[in-house]
């Protein structure tokens, strides 16, 4: 019976060329629509310029591109796919992609990639807007910041999976994605650093999805731990390690989630 | 009569392989609903297998766990050899799905619509060679929000056909299509047939089941209730002899296995056996000098017997 396949399984190669050709479409689709295009690019300019002007006290250089990867991946990364993911689902899209050889998460990713690019363009602009101010200083790490951007990212795709879940149309996910928003904005040290909080409350708000985020670019971009001391490389490593996995466990479990709860066809 | 056991096509010498697809017991539930309730059914290499229905039959839920994107409550199901859910890294590279209703991003034009899903498959078929064959290589450049609905529906069956797929699932693929693009989309499956893939279609067309299926299942509540070629269909139901009769023409003979259901001036006979029935009403008639006025005789329809089967209400065992 089994001789009646030709070819076995394909591993990686078949999945990176298959995620790329549905890459390269919904970019296609993405520059075809202009408003989204120029939204995506003076979002982060009216960031810098209106953070500036209001004075927040995030309102330093690197403290600014701190706040910029956090409302990115909230409001861009996270609210765009949850519509564009349910927007799909109703349109019948992921039903039928689902017919050939692209596997679910191929699919959900090659979906993903084009407001995974914009989301890395709108924080690089920010940082650029911020050194062309003079208003940047040299990072104690990038890598731990890089991480945040990453995985925070993949956080994001596995986040907004899940609450499609609980997302008719792509019109309620401005309700739906309500919840993930007030939390990201107002506790998990975006506008407000969590230092700013009780210890005892702080040391609990840092374990929310997107504290570790705030967490780790703070460490890497500022130097400064969550209550607010000033270290080096080695003590932002150190003070990261327990956001990293915080951040990691997340991830695992929002993948977890969306596996299990993920609809591929509208409701009948 | 059991589908499996139904005769595969007389053109086909006994195939040695294994059935493309194998279906056994299949159950489908939704809550407390049963849509599918225990189907079987075989399809071999080069065969084409009909399901016919009225809407709300199960055929859809049925093609979804061939199609791999549903589990079956109950039973199983084989598409060349292997569980379309489990081991769907092999059998999608040799499955040609065409659902009844799917969506396409309506921003791209036809030929990147076709040229992305290629880029996604392992053995594609040349992207022009594929528009020309379902005659879309004039809207190419269209986007694909300005097709018409028969024009959506190709693209869909080129998306299907792409990877030059061994068994072919295609849920009511002409429905919505004019007369001349349903010819094309019957043309291209038979070529694939032909070819050695093995189908299996959904349809509430008789018409289509006659023009392409080697096999008919007619499902009716979630259950198969006839099965087999449309000859063997069609014989379920009585032949009819429909003649008028003079008010003067002696009685008409008892004739064995003959039913009469309507009586002069306007006869109309029933019997499953319409050769010798025409045979000996043809002597009756000679030897009596009786005038058959207006003499039809016809075997039963596919039509006939679909209508009889798959529509009628209540008790199920009737079939």
């Not at chain 2, 791999?68 to 799905?97: K, M, T």
């Not at chain 2, 023409?249 to 006979?269: C, F, G, H, K, Y």
């Amino acid at each position: 019976m089994t001789t009646t396949l030709a070819a076995p399984a394909r591993p990686a190669p078949g999945a990176r060329r298959r995620v790329l050709a549905l890459a390269s479409a919904e970019t296609r689709l993405l520059l075809r629509n202009r408003t989204a295009v120029v939204n995506s690019l003076l979002m982060p300019l009216l960031l810098v310029a209106a953070v500036r002007m209001i004075g927040l006290p995030t309102a330093g250089g690197p403290a600014l591109v701190v706040t910029a990867l956090g409302v990115t991946l909230v409001f861009l990364t996270y609210y765009n796919l949850v519509t564009t993911f349910v927007a799909r689902r109703e349109e019948l899209v992921l039903q039928r992609m689902r017919t050939g050889e692209l596997t679910g998460p191929e699919i959900l990713l090659g979906t993903a990639v084009p407001t995974l690019l914009v989301t890395v363009v709108q924080v690089a602009l920010v940082a650029l807007g911020v050194a062309v101010l003079g208003e940047w200083t040299a990072p104690v790490d990038v890598v731990l910041p890089l991480l945040a951007l990453v995985v925070g990212a993949a956080l994001m795709v596995v986040l907004a999976a899940a609450s499609t879940s609980f997302t008719r149309t792509a019109e309620s996910a401005q309700i739906t994605t309500l919840p993930l928003v007030l939390v990201a904005t107002s506790v998990s040290g975006l506008f407000f650093p969590l230092s700013a909080f009780p210890a005892e409350v702080a040391g609990v708000l840092r374990f929310l999805p997107l504290s570790p985020v705030v967490e780790l670019a703070r460490l890497g971009l500022l130097g400064e731990t969550l209550d607010g001391q000033t270290v080096d490389l080695a003590g932002a490593w150190s003070a990261g390690l327990v956001p990293l996995a915080v951040l990691a466990g997340w991830t695992l479990v929002g993948g977890l989630v969306a596996a299990r709860v993920f609809r591929w066809a509208p409701r009948r | 009569m059991h589908p499996s056991h139904a005769p595969a096509r007389p053109a086909v010498p006994p195939a040695p392989e294994p059935p493309a697809v194998e279906v056994v017991d299949l159950r489908r539930r939704y809550g407390a609903f049963e849509a599918v309730r225990g189907i079987s059914f075989e399809v071999h290499p080069g065969e084409v297998l009909a399901l016919l229905g009225v809407n709300g039959a199960g055929k859809t839920s049925a093609l979804e766990v061939l199609e791999g994107l549903a589990s079956p409550s109950g039973g199983s199901v084989r598409v060349l050899g292997r569980d379309p859910q489990h081991d769907r890294a092999d059998v999608r590279r040799h499955l040609g799905v065409l659902l009844q209703h799917s969506g396409l991003p309506g921003d791209l034009t036809v030929a990147e619509t076709v040229t992305t899903w290629a880029r996604t498959l392992t053995d594609p078929r040349p992207v022009d060679e594929a528009l020309a064959q379902v005659g879309l290589t004039g809207r190419a450049d269209v986007r694909v929000r300005s097709l018409s609905g028969g024009e959506r529906r190709r693209l869909d069956l080129t998306l299907a056909l792409l990877g030059r797929p061994r068994v072919l699932v295609l849920d009511e693929p002409t429905t919505g299509l004019d007369p001349e693009s349903r010819r094309t989309v019957w043309t291209l499956v038979r070529g694939l047939v032909d070819d050695g893939a093995a189908v299996v279609l959904t349809t509430h067309h008789l018409e289509e089941a006659e023009e392409l299926a080697d096999r008919i299942a007619v499902m009716r509540a979630g259950e198969i209730v006839l099965a087999g070629t449309r000859e063997e269909i069609a014989e379920t139901q009585p032949a009819t002899i429909r003649f008028t009769l003079a008010d003067d023409a002696p009685p008409l003979p008892a004739i064995p296995t003959v039913q009469v259901s309507a009586q002069r001036p306007a006869v109309e006979l029933h019997t499953r056996a319409l050769q010798p029935a025409l045979t000996a009403l043809l002597t009756w008639a000679a030897e009596h000098r009786v005038v058959l006025g207006g003499l039809q005789a016809r075997s039963a329809s596919l039509e006939q017997a679909f209508l009889a089967v798959a529509v009628a209400d209540g008790d199920p065992a009737a079939a």
